[in-house]
């Protein structure tokens, strides 16, 4: 990383669109005084910067060494301001804070009635976007100013008071144990990716049932029953459960569809839901129901009435492109999807201090993937090497050890023999540094070693050999995990049956297409 990305100020300005800076100046301008301040000088001239460079703002003169540092967080806090009072940064949540705000001051000038008020008003706010956090900080307050100021005309008034902190405060309890455990399962699933074996099944679910809330769904407000079906959605996924990530990912979405002024309350959580229904649809193989889904996503998020800001553009550009991928997987349509590559790319440069390096080295791997499928060996070298020689990538084990796969894989398909042998203890290693190394891995790396020595008369009944060896491990619950990141079965049918690995998933899709009735018409 660059550090001009490091430089959180710089970075901060950069993000500004041009009505924001325009704001901004307005904002400082309002004061005779601030018209030729420091900060607006420094602002200005990190605004013409392309990259950050300190020693071209020593040189103006305007501002010491020693007094850099503090000017610069005078501007980082300005410049936030600016933003908190911009229309077009403000939400419901950021409304309730403001009420909040406003009776505090109120109450502190000792005008408890118009206080009250206030926060009358905005715990109903918070009631109806479920904002229970918001509305027993709100309550906690009306207790204080109660405390000082007792409303004669409600005798009932403690009471109320009491009923609504218990009420807020136990649901807050429950929305919390389970957002806590919906975090630490995502954590898991990001950094290791699914069980391996019935170990880690057992600890996995011994975790996640010793720390489900004992509940009765029916009482839960918006916000938990968010949590509890993210919860199973994680748990399901660790567990290749794909059939019930499907449901409760369906859930997930179907509550903000029963409840659509949620949507611009949590666009984010309304994002994630969709990503995750459409990557369950997309794992049990369901082209028809991924297509109809992904087309309603995006017809909603590009909709007017769905909230704009930085931080949902780059997540919708996340969500859009990976289901695109998807898609084309699906489809077999390998050549088709190659045109979003291009602009995928410009896209990553464009959000690069938005989205961090995992999810970049997921599009490389997809892109691989993309080329792979075309037979354009050498392209799907290349950004399967990216992923390889990023030695900062901590997470998804899994996503590293299967790129060394396909790695070689597309090595044999290249004609690239010379090094093959090198490729070959280099995944090795890999794999048994990494715990990876499974039967449909050593199966491969197997067949690789020994392909040199078969004569090209003999290649066929080889790799239906290999078919038949793998074709067992389809169904198995941890071995089937390597053809979720690799559809090496259709590899091999494509050489058996001399056709492109496209034709052969394209046939298989059409197939599924073509079925009365899917495995989640039952559900």
């Known amino acids: 990383m660059t550090n001009d990305q490091k430089e959180n100020l710089f970075v901060l300005i950069k993000s500004l669109s041009k009505s924001e800076k325009r704001q901004f100046k307005l904002y400082v301008g309002r004061m005779d005084s601030n018209q030729d301040s420091k900060f607006l000088i420094l602002f200005n001239l990190l605004d013409k910067m392309d990259v950050y460079d300190e020693k071209i703002i020593l040189k103006k003169g305007f501002v010491s060494k020693q007094q850099l ?8 806090k300005q410049v936030l301001v600016s933003l908190r009072i911009n229309p077009s940064q403000r939400n419901k949540r950021m409304l309730i804070r403001e009420q909040l705000d406003f ?10 009635n118009q206080s009250l008020k206030i926060l009358d008003r905005a715990k109903a706010i918070a009631v109806k976007l479920d904002e229970k956090y918001a509305a027993f900080e709100i309550v906690e307050l ?7 100021y007792i409303t004669r005309s409600m005798s009932n008034r403690a009471q109320e008071l009491v009923r ?6 136990n649901h807050n309890h429950i929305s919390s144990q389970l957002s806590n455990l919906s975090l630490q399962l995502y954590e898991r699933l990001i950094k290791t990716g699914y069980t391996k074996s019935d170990q880690e099944y057992k600890e996995v679910t011994e975790f996640f049932n010793d720390r489900l809330p004992d509940l009765n769904f029916e009482d839960l407000g918006f916000r938990e029953k968010l949590w509890f079906f993210k919860a199973h959605v994680w748990y399901s996924l660790l567990t290749q459960d794909f059939l019930s990530s499907y ?3 369906a859930k997930w979405v179907a509550l903000f569809d029963n409840n659509p002024d949620m949507i611009s309350s949590h666009p984010v959580f309304y994002l994630q839901g969709n990503n995750y229904l459409l990557e369950s649809t997309a794992l049990i193989k369901y082209p028809i129901k991924f297509k109809e889904i992904l087309n309603k996503m995006l017809q909603i998020i590009n909709s007017e009435h769905f909230p704009k800001n930085d931080n949902l553009s780059s997540l919708a550009f996340l969500y859009e492109y990976n289901n695109l991928f998807n898609f084309y997987f699906l489809e077999g349509k390998f050549i088709e999807g190659q045109d979003i590559i291009a602009p995928l790319l410009v896209k990553i440069e464009f959000y690069k ?9 997921m599009f490389y791997y997809k892109i691989a993937c993309l080329y792979f499928g075309s037979n354009d060996f050498e392209n799907a070298i290349i950004y399967l090497n990216k992923i390889v020689e990023n030695k900062k990538l901590k997470m998804r084990e899994d996503l590293l050890c299967f790129t060394r796969l396909l790695n070689l894989i597309a090595h044999y398909e290249a004609g690239n023999d010379y090094h093959i042998d090198e490729h070959i203890r280099d995944t090795y290693k890999f794999l048994l540094k990494m715990g990876e190394l499974h039967e449909v891995q050593k199966s491969l790396i197997r067949f690789v070693r020994k392909l040199g020595s078969i004569y090209p008369s003999e290649l066929k009944e080889a790799f239906k050999d290999l078919h038949k060896e793998l074709k067992q491990y389809e169904q198995d619950p941890y071995e089937r995990r390597a053809f979720l990141y690799l559809d090496i079965l259709s590899w091999l049918e494509s050489k058996i049956e001399n056709k492109t690995v496209a034709e052969i998933i394209h046939s298989k899709a059409n197939i599924i297409n073509r079925k009365d009735k899917h495995p989640t018409e039952s559900l």
């Open 247 to 249: 449901r409760y990912s």
């Open 69 to 76: 540092s503090n000017l610069k967080a005078h501007l980082y």
């Open 103 to 112: 009776a505090t001051v109120l109450y502190q000038k000792g005008l408890y």
């Open 142 to 148: 009306e207790k204080v100013i109660e405390s000082q």
């Open 353 to 361: 201090n938005q989205i961090d390096e995992h999810h970049i080295m």
């Open 164 to 169: 609504d902190a218990t009420y807020f405060n």
